[in-house]
């Protein structure tokens, strides 16, 4: 059950993370980010949501388009924009980028850029967690587009023989890069190629954070009792394009209207008002103070220094 605190927090969160991604867009516009930058904006409710119930000593591994579980992880807005500037005081220590968010402390494995290269990885986290005895669980989050992957299908597959603790997420936007789910997906209904692994499979309107929140409490309980992996599929859209390179031609402004008049935010924002949680004034005023703290991200990313030429071998894997 959520309280009316852990509701104000999680509309708070949200706000973060959509406000965080706006300031790095137009942080990228005027070249203090450079390479990809992949934005979640629309997608809030789903990392929001999933991640609320979770306990400190869990894992997390997402994809490319991970700045928003970064932050749901408890990254704070500051460190991981230092790490979008590229300076030593981001979360990866300037090295990674947008791409490779990394924050051990708060066991947020990654940030991984190859489509489906989470997977593998929460397999082995799955299996470290057993190996030691342990009673956590990974949440491993994908897109549409890693269903595709030979590495999904092996990892499912894997999870669910040695009954790995493990939550795969499926954030499905709709699309991959251009390509339409149904044009790259011979069952469109992605939730079906997860069902012959013999697992617990659901879905849930990604765009609703509170059946997503209710989703992922009942799932993670699930796998933790269970060690039995669980998938879910998460019906979500991305408002901009799949980086902010993409021209977006292959589909309509009608339709990102239409995703845009369920928005995550305004739509929980609306229930908080409803049910008394919030006051409008009380929206305005998380507003102003999350708007604050992200010019703050931008201040101490801008005045942090470059990582030094001798740390270029620190922190890599084989030295
Ligand atoms: C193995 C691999 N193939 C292709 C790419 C190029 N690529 C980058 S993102 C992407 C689309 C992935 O879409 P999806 O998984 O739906 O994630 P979304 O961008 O929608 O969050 C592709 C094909 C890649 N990074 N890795
Ligand atoms: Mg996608």
Same mark, same amino acid.
């Given at each position: 059950?959520l ?6 927090? !999680?509309?708070?969160e949200? *706000? ?7 300031k790095?867009?137009?942080?990228y ?10 934005l ?6 789903? &990392?929001?949501g999933?991640? /609320? ?6 894992? =997390? !591994?997402g $994809? ?5 579980? $970064?932050?749901?992880?408890c990254? *704070?807005?500051?460190?991981?924009? @230092? ?7 981001g979360?990866?220590?300037g090295?990674?980028g ?5 924050? =051990? ?5 990654g940030?991984? @850029?190859? =489509? #489906?290269g ?5 397999a ?11 009673d ?6 994908? #897109?549409d #587009?890693a269903?595709?992957e #030979? ?7 894997i999870?669910s023989l040695?009954n790995?603790p ?7 936007n ?13 069952v ?5 190629? @997860?069902q ?12 609703? +954070? ?9 799932? !993670?309980s699930? +796998? ?7 998938f ?5 859209y ?6 902010? @390179?993409?021209?977006?031609?292959y589909?309509?402004?009608?339709e990102?209207?239409? /995703? ?5 935010i305004?739509?929980f924002?609306?229930k908080?008002?409803?049910d008394?949680?919030? *006051? ?10 999350v708007?604050?703290? !992200?010019?703050? &991200? ?6 942090s ?5 001798? *740390?270029?071998h ?6």
């Amino acid at each position: 059950m959520l309280t009316k605190q852990d509701k104000i927090d !999680i509309f708070r969160e949200m *706000t973060t993370i959509r406000k965080f991604e706006e300031k790095a867009s137009e942080m990228y516009e005027h070249g203090n980010i450079r390479g990809f930058l992949h934005l979640y904006i629309g997608q809030e409710a789903v &990392a929001s949501g999933f991640m /609320w119930p979770l306990r400190p000593d869990d894992y =997390v !591994i997402g $994809a490319y388009r991970e700045h928003g579980h $970064a932050l749901g992880r408890c990254a *704070t807005p500051r460190k991981v924009m @230092a790490e979008l500037f590229g300076k030593s005081t981001g979360v990866s220590g300037g090295k990674g980028g947008s791409m490779h968010l990394f924050d =051990v402390d708060r066991r947020f494995l990654g940030g991984t @850029a190859i =489509v #489906g290269g989470g997977l593998p990885i929460s397999a082995g986290i799955g299996f470290a967690i057993n190996y030691r005895g342990g009673d956590q669980i990974c949440l491993c989050f994908f #897109g549409d #587009g890693a269903i595709n992957e #030979g590495s999904f299908h092996e990892t499912l597959n894997i999870a669910s023989l040695w009954n790995l603790p493990i939550l795969f997420i499926c954030e499905n936007n709709l699309y991959g890069m251009g390509t339409a789910v149904e044009r790259a997906s011979a069952v469109p209904s992605l939730y079906r190629r @997860a069902q012959c692994y013999s697992m617990n499979v659901e879905t849930v309107d990604g765009m609703d +954070v509170l059946a997503v929140h209710d989703m992922a409490d009942k799932l !993670i309980s699930q +796998v933790r009792e269970t060690k039995h992996p669980a998938f879910v599929e998460a019906i979500t859209y991305r408002y901009r394009g799949h980086s902010v @390179a993409d021209p977006g031609t292959y589909r309509t402004k009608e339709e990102i209207e239409e /995703w845009r008049r369920r928005d995550p935010i305004v739509q929980f924002g609306g229930k908080l008002l409803e049910d008394g949680t919030l *006051t409008p004034e009380d929206i305005e005023k998380i507003q102003t103070e999350v708007a604050n703290e !992200i010019e703050q &991200a931008v201040k101490f990313a801008e005045e942090s220094p470059l990582p030094k030429p001798e *740390t270029l071998h620190q922190d890599v894997y084989a030295g």
